[in-house]
């Protein structure tokens, strides 16, 4: 549940800053196991879609 509101608030701030803030959240975060979503994994889809739903 942790994770979905992680995925699901990180994907708004993409939604509404573009993919240079993914970018950025890439690079600050890529040791943190909680941001692991963003390279690929079970969980990258459901990443993808809301950013998607977000931009609607």
Known sequence: Q???NII???AQFVARNG??????TKTKQKDNPKFSF???GD???YYQYKVTTEQA
Request: aromatic share 22%.
């Open 43 to 45: 969980y990258f889809n």
């Open 19 to 24: 993919p240079e803030f993914e970018q950025m």
């Open 38 to 40: 963003l390279f690929g």
């Open 2 to 4: 942790e994770l979905k």
């Open 8 to 10: 699901d608030k990180l």
